[in-house]
């Protein structure tokens, strides 16, 4: 998709470290662009590269940044809301997922039948499974939050792990 190829723009990142790791948080033009998690630095910048292979990937160098500080203090504290502008990149489906996994409180969580049906497409929810695997914003658009029907975990981009280890993070949060 075009759009994901980000030619001739520059999208900035910074790396940091939080309970599920390391994270890279991009910026562009437009707004914080992508929240991934994982082992190492040098493969979150990899993945960067993989998602915008025509940008110009720029280190911050500064974990002051606005949008870097934003990013780490809503992975902190999910109770707040996240003060800067996302940069959704994604299908017209995917990033209309997107912005309704945002309407989900933390500590609460919803099945991917009933995002479909908020959405009013009450047959897509596979889709909506693929939409929250193709997230790119970990935690800040929170696919974490979306479970099977039942109630049980179901895959995660990142990992069940880390989607447990986000879900009881919030959960405790909202147990305070």
Known sequence: MAERRAQGETITWQAGHCYLG?????HSSNGVC?????????????????RFPEATL???NDSRADWFTAVM????????????KLDLRG?????????????????SSASYGEIARRMGVPTASRAVAGACAANPLAVVVPCHRVLRGDGSLSGYRWGVKRK???????QGLSER
């Open 22 to 26: 390391e994270i890279l948080v991009a």
């Open 34 to 50: 992508a929240v991934l998690p994982g082992e190492s630095r040098d493969e979150l910048v990899a993945e960067l590269a993989r």
């Open 58 to 60: 720029a280190h911050a």
């Open 73 to 84: 203090s809503y992975l902190i504290d999910s109770r707040r809301p996240l003060s800067i």
């Open 91 to 107: 299908t017209e489906f995917q990033c209309a997922v997107w912005r309704t996994l945002q309407d989900i409180p933390s500590g």
């Open 164 to 170: 447990q280890a986000v879900l009881s993070h919030e």
